[in-house]
């Protein structure tokens, strides 16, 4: 797919979302560095987000991770004309290795997942669960730390429709 | 124990080096909230930790929990003499309910898990792992996030000693 002004324009949202009403976001630094329709890269300068070993501070790439997670899956459901509010349920992290620079982290869909079923599920109940994965990755194409979270949609018109 | 100022100490000095040395702790205005030789509680006020629904950031809690833990291994180990190095391993996370005011982290070592073990691994190795598990209380005594972690101690000397 050929870039765009149009194919630009949700990612560029998604930043200006996140920096605008996430404080921590805007103290990091974030950046929305690239999506192809299926994985989004969020990156973050090191000076912001360093620790007291000189290295990327654990919360920042929990962070980044948790927040590449959610942003795929409101770009997805964006795409797919939802509003859903889109919370993270659970996740789990390795840190395998620190991070001496700059970072990014890159979210996509756990394998087997699809996000066409999501939104069925979603449609169908008001509210579908989907896991996403993310890795920071290192200069060699290892993975300096990853993530493995469970993300969760409701429709805010089911839920207020079903509230008392 | 009664409250002194040399009991008081180590805690107030955790504050501060958390919040010179890591801008994230400071972005998101961190508090010691009180250590009574087993668990840390550190705090943090909603209004720089809020996300674009209006309660609490997932990365935030993700953060303070991480760093209670991180913090209670620390003064774990000042008390026992050591100032090994201490890095987080691996953290499971659940995100059980939306936080809507300030909030706080309490560490606690997990079940079984012994600080006089560790740092006797720590001596005769070099190295030590120790799980410790945290919760984000709400008012009503429930929890709205709950992390379990591993981590790391390593004897600088005994590292640099070690190295090539």
Redesign the interface.
Known sequence: MPASAASASPLHDLER??RE?????R??DLRAAGYDGQALTLAAPL???????GCA????L???M??AG?GLVRLQLQARGSDA?V?????????LAPVWGDFSAVARPLEGESFDAFLDTLQSRGRARIGIVCEVPLPDGTAAASLAARFVAIDPARVRAAAP
Do not use: H, Q
């Open positions: 979302k996140l009403e996430i404080p921590l976001a103290a990091m000076p912001p987000n360093i620790n007291d070993k501070f654990g919360g920042s929990a962070s980044l948790t927040l959610w509010d919370y993270v349920a659970d996740s789990s992290i390795r840190y």
